[in-house]
């Protein structure tokens, strides 16, 4: 979640649905030659776009998560960028009405979206999501058909078997992962060159790199902004 002045940044795509509002000004957003203007917009996870600079609230959903799997019936569509329905947008300008995000914030968002109703997990899809998760606790190396094997699968159903359930293929999942590891580590303290070694990447260049091609902006600048808000996020 972020919320605060969205600055310039460059065209970029990200592994988690996005879902921004406008505080003070419409959202837009350049498609190629396209912008598309609204009070609030959602992204899937994998569109190219560049966000216009403005005041924002920004939620992003990990689309392995219940919030996403709860999210995305409240949409008209989940492949394309679309305006979200009345409900939806209410659930989330409800959840985070407060300047300052508190975890109260995000168990009230978690309320609203009445996780506990929906069915049941892949038990297949959470046994490699655990596997993947431990694989950077342990800085090893998993390969397609260990993963294919920890879901009774062969190597090829399960790299299409991945993709139906994530919405992207392993290697883009293991990278976000990894991203995700950067962040928290910077978050906690630690220096984008400790922080880059730490989730897995060669050298911190090759972290930022990988930042702005997902979120379009610096990380030194974007994670600076992110340890301004509340540290429960």
């Not at 837009?28 to 959602?42: D, K, M, N, V, W």
């Not at 492949?79 to 939806?88: A, F, G, K, N, T």
């Not at 995000?106 to 929906?118: C, K, N, P, T």
């Not at 880059?196 to 972290?207: I, L, P, T």
Request: net charge positive; aromatic share 8%; with cysteine.
């Amino acid at each position: 979640m972020f919320r605060g002045h969205s600055g310039d940044n460059h065209m970029h795509a990200h592994y988690a649905h996005q879902l921004t509002v406008g505080i003070t000004q419409p959202v837009c957003i350049t498609l190629g030659s396209e912008t598309r203007c609204a009070p609030a917009l959602f992204i899937p996870a994998g569109i190219a776009h560049r966000l216009s600079p403005g005041n924002v609230l920004s939620l992003y959903l990990d689309p392995t998560t219940d919030e996403a799997r709860a999210v995305l019936p409240l949409l008209d569509r989940t492949r394309d960028i679309v305006e979200p329905s009345r409900q939806l947008l209410c659930i989330v300008l409800d959840s985070f009405s407060a300047d300052k995000l508190t975890q109260h914030s995000f168990e009230r968002f978690r309320r609203h979206l009445q996780l506990g109703a929906l069915p049941p997990r892949d038990a297949r899809l959470d046994a490699v999501l655990h596997l993947l998760n431990q694989s950077l606790d342990q800085e090893e190396f998993l390969s397609r058909r260990s993963l294919a094997s920890s879901s009774g699968l062969s190597e090829s159903r399960f790299s299409h078997w991945f993709r139906e359930r994530t919405g992207m293929p392993v290697r883009s999942y293991r990278k976000w992962l990894r991203l995700v590891r950067g962040i928290e580590h910077v978050l906690a303290g630690d220096r984008l060159t400790d922080a880059a070694h730490g989730a897995g990447f060669s050298d911190q260049a090759h972290f930022t790199r990988t930042f702005v091609a997902t979120f379009g902006i610096n990380p030194s600048l974007a994670l600076a902004r992110l340890s301004s808000q509340s540290p429960d996020q």
